[in-house]
């Protein structure tokens, strides 16, 4: 019998055994990326057989090399693919498809078609062939096995018969799991015979039938369905999640929802003692196979013994683990620890869970082993899992450390993987592949032959997709666009993968005859992506997350400055050919410049090269606002309890990085995470996005002889150098000497310098003769990192997006400065490589009140003083402040707090140093950009 299967990953392909008419099997590896389905074809010795079957899947790639035969027959001479109405078209030697693909080959054997592991496809018809033969039950055993004769197989089902009936009789009397060594060996030993026995008298669908009959999710792959109709049948049905109500599943050391929590992410419910319902396992009448009802009856009289899970001293038991390439330590050191918690080192590939890759092995794409491993879909793990696993005493998720996805060729390492150092290094080097929605994606490479977005009727076919859900650690984004090249027709590109693994994202481009029927293509993988449909989305942007698909990222129609802003090679040209003083000059060239928001939206995990977060609207941005402030209520109005609270926090966490895109997602734990990698990231891709719709694109693409000179005029902003001989300029440097603190970074300690000094005039805010006007006016310090700046030149400070009950935050939707240089300092310094930074001073009018606080103010204060209409302030005491003799006056009534810095009685405050927070923006003038350097001023001291 020839056997032929189709390498696919897909949730419908739990239904393809009852819709084939053939026998029918599918198989997952362990690490749930690899799914095979394989086809027992009738055997037709010396008969060309012509198979033919129509395959729909979302579009994927193809290997054209990948056309293998199973048999030392010769290849068959032709193979065709094709579908009608389009044209397939090699890209990179390889073939792109999209749906209803016909394969047709005539060869007396099989053929074996291999695609990426993360393809999605289902079948949409039944497989053809010359005659067709149906099994009522097969399992991959029997399908091994069917071409040795009935007699053995006769014999062989005796025999297992045999052991089902022995492996019923010996559970007869009550057993409780755990209340000695021998009982507990002597169950799981049992339980091991049982699984057996099982996968030979009962097929997959059967199996099925029996979860079914029991009220147990049945509609999964064989990876999940064969191990829980198993503990099912042998320990009781477990009840449903408390939390979604999902299928519950045995791990290794606890049990775990499989359900939804939200449309937004999974359950992450887990426990250690999930409840069994108690009652006898129904078994369909349909199954015909008599041993297993007489043992379910035995069982039933005999009582389900208690599982016992794995010790929390042994995170590995029952773990087999193989262990490839030079590791931080020997093998044979490895081998005793793994021994010591409970698993086993084992050479042989068929038998492991896991395979532990050195990281240069990872890096060259992996030894014979790894390819090994990965053609089964065992997961390929960095030596960190094992690390970890060993450190916490627990068993962690083998998709967290999972490397599988590499080619054996050797692919690269994806980036949430690698080093910082190296992630970094990936990240600002990395081409930018989409920097806006009329961009085409530069992999189609039909931007080089003159390619542009297909645009009719007022709808852009260009959509960008993200999905991650913390419950199963999907990271994933999507590229849809139709594309017009000149002289040729339109073409249908797409592109999906995990986030920082582009080399092993699916591709295809197909170039279609009709408009009208590409378009259709189009809406119809629109809607299977997200579950919406394409035009309300385009038209209106009215949208509906739906479980487990994407949400679009709204691009907007500019150019993200990634790729829009001045090259290293275009820096020093730039300046060369720019009018404008040599100073200013330079600062612009800076605030121009692709690196340093590069940097910024690397140092956050928003760097994607394939999803312009530089380049979104002004909506989604206020949509992803609208979460935040959402979640904030949520989170103060939730149960005191903490695995519900703990649910909220994976709920966002998936909301946010699927909205906000981000090459490092992980679940949001606290306040501290809300205002660092949430409130702060999104101010940074506000910022990021204005910088974009100035800066537009200055590359090299553009005609603008002096690129420099046409931002500042639209920057609608006043710069002036200060000359260091100026009374100005003298006191901001001592302001900043006397009120400065290093900075800490690690072992190394940073002091600060001061470069230039410009006065501003900005057209957003309010005048200096405006403000002048304000009474209690103080000149305070802001801080700002350098992907910040252009913004606040061109449209002003701006309030804190939210109230979050840490420094920074604290104070609501509010302008927050400082008296000390120490803190603005503090917050504008990036990395040691990038030693240059830049201060704000502002004039701010603390109004006709002002209150001081010591501690977290309320949430409901901080909105009464919003509310307010009179100009108010609050000052939040630090536990340090300027020493009150050493101020002064300058230009006659602004007080500048300057001296040195003292204790304060405040010691128990939140603050390190006095901040000041007013509410209206009009109360706030900038004055003055400080340009400092930082510069190590001692390594290992205590700063």
Known sequence: MSLGFFAITSRESRALASEMPLRVECRYGSSRKARYLYV??????????????????????????AVRHRTADPPPSSADVSAPGRRCTPVRRRWRHT???????????????????????????NLKVRETRSHSRASSEEGRNLDKGKQKEDKDADQQQQQLQQQASKSKKPKVEGENGESASKISQEFQEFCKATRKHLSIEEMRRILEANEQDAFDSEDAVVPRCQDMMFYGALEKCPICQGQIDRTSSNYECRGAYSEWTSCTYTTMNAPRKGQPIKIPDEISDNSIKEWMKRQESAGYPLRELSSADKPLAGFVISLSGRLSRTHQAYREEIQKNGGRVSHDVNEIHCLVVSPVERERGGSVRVADAMERGIPVVTEKWLIDSIEKKQWQSLDAYDVSDLAPEGRGVPWDKMDPGEEAIESLTAEIKL???????????????????????????????????????????????????????????????????????DESIEEWNSVGDAVREFTRLFELFTGNECEPWEREKK?????????????????????????????????????????????????????????????????SPHLPMGMLTDLHLKRCEEELLKFREEIEKASTSEFEARLL??????????????????????????????????????????????????????????????????????????????????????????TYEPVKVGDMVYGVSVENIFSIQSSAGPSYEEIKRLPNKILLWCGTRTANLLRHLQRGLLPAVCQIPVPGYMFGRAIVCSDASAEAARYGYTAADRPEGFLLLGIVSLGERMIEISTVPEVSANKKLEEEEEKVSVKGLGKKRPEESEHFWWDADVKVPCGRLVESEHRDSPLEYNEYAVYDPKQVCMRFVVAVKYEVVAAGAEG
């Open 543 to 607: 949208f509906q997350k739906k479980k487990l698909k994407f949400y679009p990222v709204d691009m907007g129609d500019g150019v993200d400055v990634r790729h829009g802003g001045l090259g290293l090679r275009q820096l020093g040209v730039s300046v060369a050919h720019c009018e404008l003083e040599p100073l200013v000059a330079n600062l612009m060239k800076v605030l121009c410049s692709q690196e340093i928001y590069r940097y910024a939206l690397m140092e956050m995990g928003y760097d």
């Open 649 to 738: 926090w994976d709920d966002f966490s998936s909301k946010w990085f699927t909205l906000m895109h981000s090459t490092r997602p992980f679940g949001l734990r606290s306040y501290r995470d809300l205002a660092d990698h949430v409130a702060a990231g999104l101010e940074r891709i506000r910022d990021v996005n204005v910088a974009s719709r100035l800066v537009e694109d200055a590359s090299g693409h553009a005609t603008v002889i002096d690129p420099l000179s046409d931002r500042y005029r639209k920057l609608g902003c006043s710069i002036t150098p200060v000359e260091r001989e100026e009374e100005a300029y003298k006191m901001i440097v001592k302001y900043l000497e006397t």
């Open 99 to 125: 749906t209803s693909t016909t394969v047709v080959t005539e060869h007396p054997h099989c053929f074996y078609l291999h695609h990426s592991s993360r393809a999605r496809a289902r079948f949409a018809s």
């Open 40 to 65: 027992f074809l009738p055997p037709s010795p010396g008969v060309a057989t012509k198979y033919t079957g129509t395959i729909a899947w979302k579009p994927k790639l193809l290997l054209a090399s």
């Open 435 to 505: 920097h806006g929605k009329r961009c085409v994606h530069s992999d189609s490479r039909l931007r080089e032959q003159g390619g542009t977005v297909f645009e009719k009727d007022g709808v852009v076919y260009s959509c960008a997709f993200s999905q991650y859900d913390h419950g199963r650690g999907n990271n994933e984004y999507c590229i849809l666009q139709l594309v017009q090249v000149p002289g040729k027709n339109v073409h249908l590109y797409y592109k999906q993968g995990r986030a920082g693994e582009d080399a092993m994202a």
